[in-house]
């Protein structure tokens, strides 16, 4: 966390245009660094990014394709937050506020979503194998092409106007 702290104060992160080599830096460091913690550390780094602003909307910290395998983000905000791409298996995202996040292509399966609010979240190509999805709202959810069973669906709370695995709309 030092390191995007002082790549936040010393080197113009959050100024930064995009494409920026210090938006590449602080990805590289975030990335790097985020492969060696532990679930409980991975959620922590995670906090303290989104806390930042550093990985919502106009990311400056891309999350794409992360190693977040078993990361604790129980109750995280998360929205808009760019995990395309992201190891997310097993993961522990009950209660997170994914709301727009993108989670195209990303492997979600044996995750943790339950409570989750995904609205309008990007589930393309997703894999939700043996994901929790209890009490998950989806609402307007892209879930093209994702690898989730009828199921699974079944048990989220809304799925209202959602684009399903097969492409077609949900009521």
């Known amino acids: 966390m030092d ?3 002082e790549l936040l104060l010393d080197n113009g992160l959050r100024t930064s ?4 080599p210090v938006r590449a830096v602080a990805r590289a460091r975030t990335l790097t660094v985020v492969r060696e913690l532990d679930g409980k ?3 922590l780094l995670l906090r303290f990014l989104s806390q930042l602003d550093l990985i919502r909307g106009e990311a400056l910290v891309s999350l794409g394709g992360a190693d977040l395998r ?3 983000l129980r109750g995280a905000d998360l929205r808009l937050a760019d995990l395309s791409g992201a190891d997310l298996r ?3 995202l009950s209660g997170a506020n994914l709301i727009f996040a993108d989670l195209f292509g990303a492997d ?3 995750a943790s979503l339950s409570g989750a609010s995904m609205i309008g979240a990007d589930l393309f190509n997703a894999d939700l194998s043996g994901a929790d999805l209890s009490g998950a709202n989806l609402r307007d959810a892209n879930l ?3 690898e989730v069973t009828e199921e699974q669906l079944a048990s989220a709370t809304s799925l209202k106007d959602a684009i399903m695995p097969d492409g077609t709309q949900h009521d």
């Open 90 to 92: 097993d993961a522990d």
């Open 70 to 72: 078993g990361a604790d």
């Open 17 to 20: 245009e995009e494409g920026a």
């Open 3 to 5: 390191g995007v702290t």
């Open 144 to 146: 093209s092409r994702a």
């Open 41 to 43: 550390r991975k959620g």
């Open 108 to 110: 979600l399966s044996g």
